[in-house]
């Protein structure tokens, strides 16, 4: 069984007070992680909000009834709790009434779940976030050398636990999982009404990932004005599918102020979304899957055991780049990233080092990148 970093962070809120909220998509392991938490534990209560009978019981539920059900429980666990409605305020009613109870819920939809439950929990909860599995995380399970071998197999497979687990059969898990759970949540939201225009969204973005996005342009080529690209853009994200990275400005004025790119937490998903499977050998696009890898990995770990700091990439109008600016603590980091480019071959934008000579500058390839996805930097 492969250790989630998260594990030992919930295990020591177990028994406190305070509302355990576990945030990710769908299949990237939060149920599997209750159950090792929870199944040796007398007095849990689970349900499951895709039940439409549990669904039902929260709509009508009542303290006393509350207090009936759960009975003896210490805990109560509600998996996918997002399809509950008014989620916040019947959790809200349990910890009220049960102080003696403690929430545990998980949502693969902080934009269903989050909004309901921000203001009724506020300051009575903790929330984490679970990704796919992480460069480190495999790195522990079996050792580093071995998962740096693999990184090629990731780019185009990706970390969904049971694709890890499925050598050899990686296409057809990631079919099913593209198909039967990616959108599970997205096309029941009331707000998107056009659910083939979400599909041919993630492919434009899919065929953009390491370029500025624009919402103009992916309007026009599918179909739909550039407020309804934001919107869809952003149910996307917080399904945990998509991830937008803004650009960085302080100091001068032909730096882009307003621009985004977009990055998939996942590469498997990415690449089952175009149908692509080639191994990066044969590819055009192995800079730009790269570059996603080597972003979402540092994101994921950044999330788990840095969640405070910044992150950005840098252009200017005249297209000096830079993919990856971290701050945190008061120190600037700056990232190129290159698939098979040494490091020698690289170097900092000059406008970029005089705007910010405090800012260190380094190269991610293929032979440093270890580091750099461990929370250290590259040598």
């Known amino acids: 069984m492969i250790e989630r970093e998260q594990k030992q962070q919930i295990e020591q809120l177990i028994g406190s007070h305070k509302a355990i ?171 998107i009404n056009k659910p083939d225009k979400v599909v041919k969204l993630l492919q434009a973005l899919a065929y953009q990932i390491g370029e500025q996005v624009s919402y103009n342009e992916i309007g026009q080529l599918i179909g739909l004005d550039p407020k309804t690209i934001e919107k869809y853009v952003d149910v996307l994200e917080k399904s945990f599918i998509i991830f937008r990275l803004g650009s960085f400005s302080r100091n001068l004025r032909n730096e882009l102020k307003s621009s985004r790119k977009i990055y998939f937490w996942d590469l498997g998903i990415r690449n089952a979304v175009i149908a692509n499977f080639q191994q990066v050998e044969f590819r055009q696009d192995t800079g730009a899957l790269w570059e996603n890898f080597a972003i979402a990995e540092r994101l994921k770990m950044l999330n788990i055991h840095q969640p405070y700091a910044n992150v950005w990439f840098w252009r200017t109008q005249q297209q000096r780049e830079i993919d990856y600016i971290e701050e945190s603590n008061g120190t600037m980091r700056a990232y190129e990233m290159k698939w098979n480019v040494k490091k020698a071959n690289v170097k900092v934008p000059e406008a970029f080092a005089k705007a910010y000579p405090d800012a260190t500058f380094k190269v991610v390839t293929p032979e440093n990148v270890s580091d750099f996805l461990l929370g250290g930097d590259c040598e």
Do not use: C
Request: aromatic residues 8%; glycine residues 8%.
């Open 21 to 191: 909220i576990v945030y990710g998509a769908r299949q990237v392991g939060k149920s599997t992680l209750l159950h090792q938490l929870f199944d040796d534990k007398e007095g849990v209560m689970w349900m499951n909000g895709d039940d439409i009978d549990i669904q039902q019981l929260f709509q009508n539920m009542t303290s006393t009834r509350i207090k009936a059900l759960l009975g003896n429980s210490k805990w109560l666990v509600v998996d996918e709790a997002q399809r509950i409605p008014e989620i916040g305020l019947r959790l809200k009613l349990v910890t009220d009434q049960m102080s003696n109870v403690q929430v545990v819920a998980t949502g693969s939809s902080s934009f269903q779940l989050a909004s309901g439950i921000q203001e009724s929990l506020t300051g009575r909860k903790r929330e984490f976030r679970m990704f796919p599995i992480t460069f480190q995380e495999m790195a522990g399970h079996t050792n580093l050398l071995e998962e740096h071998r693999m990184i090629p197999h990731r780019m185009v497979y990706g970390y969904y636990p049971e694709v890890v687990s499925s050598p050899g059969q990686e296409r057809e898990v990631l079919h099913e999982l593209a198909n039967s759970y990616l959108y599970k949540d997205i096309l029941t939201l009331d707000n």
